[in-house]
């Protein structure tokens, strides 16, 4: 299929992502308001601007809905705090359904908060996130469960974003992985597409994405070695993703490996949110061809394109279009 064919059958798709939803913050600071506290002596930092933007999952759901998936919703946990309004707002404004997150009002909304400097533009302060290092209470975890179940059958490509660093906390659970591969089992015409950022040899019978360093640390401590093909055997996938930046990406499946180039950047603005532009561009193109190498292909063209964007970006059909023909140039 040629790439306008893909993006023509996008429409019919209906996506589902489940896991860290979470909330991006962009607060630009202006380092002239910097004068110390009267009651601490510390120096504040002077926020002048604000932008919001859904992240971890979000921005999956973000370029779902840029290259014209007929459907797109999430699946997740807010807290019922001002910033879980904050990400419901968002993911409504850019039409992704938020029927399927559960709120919970002991938890706070899983926000990384990102300080700019207004003189430069640039990220230059530590980074403030609100995290959770607990497990997510019990009767939550049921109804991510239920939802999940009762929802597969309605989308036909699901994309997990296992978001999370710390060790508890994340929606993504034990028990969530087992119905994952339970759903997988049941559900083989279903796209169920996996990026986990440190637990990707724990998920099983699912589409594997990950970069090579996420590949290189699971593989270390499996295996002592770096082997794709024997990671692959052990999540019983069919189909591993090894993104490679400048590479391109890895297409691991039984009995052979394919490398899919990308299209060459030179000086990429922002590598920010390209695993997650990736992942939804190839989960897409992966429903309509059914091809993991034209998959790869198409998700590289999309990452291409965000990554010469600030922030998270997104890419439209008419950018992927046109970086389409700049590598046939």
């Not at 879980?84 to 404004?93: H, I, P, Q, S």
């Not at 309509?288 to 990452?303: C, D």
């Not at 394109?305 to 950018?319: C, L, N």
Request: proline residues 5%; hydrophobic residues 40%.
């Amino acid at each position: 299929m040629t790439t306008a064919e893909i993006l023509a059958s996008f429409p019919k798709i209906a996506a589902l992502v489940v896991g860290d939803i979470c909330l991006d913050r962009w607060c630009t600071y202006d380092p002239s308001t910097a004068e110390p506290s009267r009651e601490t002596g510390i120096p504040r930092i002077g926020v002048v601007a604000t932008e919001v933007t859904p992240g971890g999952g979000g921005t999956v759901a973000n370029n779902l809905v840029a290259l014209r998936a007929g459907r797109v919703a999430v699946l997740g946990v807010r807290g019922d705090d001002g910033f879980g309004f904050e990400l419901t707002r968002a993911l409504e404004a850019r039409g992704v359904s938020t029927d399927l997150i559960v709120p919970e009002p002991n938890l706070s909304t899983f926000t990384y908060t990102k300080i700019i400097n207004s003189q430069t533009g640039i990220e230059d302060r530590p980074r403030l996130d609100f995290i959770t290092t607990r497990p997510i209470p019990e009767q939550v975890e049921r109804r991510i469960l239920n939802r999940l179940e009762a929802a597969t059958s309605g989308y036909d490509v699901i994309l997990v974003s296992d978001q999370a660093e710390t060790d508890h906390g994340g929606v993504v659970t034990p028990a969530v992985r087992a119905l994952l591969a339970d759903l997988a089992g049941r559900h083989p015409e279903r796209i169920l597409w996996i990026d986990s950022r440190k637990r990707l040899e724990l998920f099983r019978k699912v589409i594997v994405k990950a970069n090579q360093q996420e590949v290189e640390t699971a593989c270390g401590s499996l295996f002592g070695h770096t082997d794709c093909q024997r990671l692959r055997q052990h999540v019983h996938s069919k189909l591993l993703m090894v993104t490679q930046g400048v590479k391109g990406v890895l297409v691991v499946e039984e009995g052979r490996e394919t490398q899919v180039p990308t299209r060459q950047i030179e000086k990429p603005v922002d590598i920010c949110g390209a695993g997650d532009s990736f992942s939804a561009g190839a989960a897409l193109a992966l429903a309509v061809t059914g091809s993991p190498s034209e998959a790869a292909r198409f998700g590289n063209l999309v990452a291409s394109i965000t990554i010469m964007k600030k922030g998270t970006g997104t890419a439209s059909p008419q950018e992927v279009l046109a970086a389409e023909g700049a590598v046939r140039r």
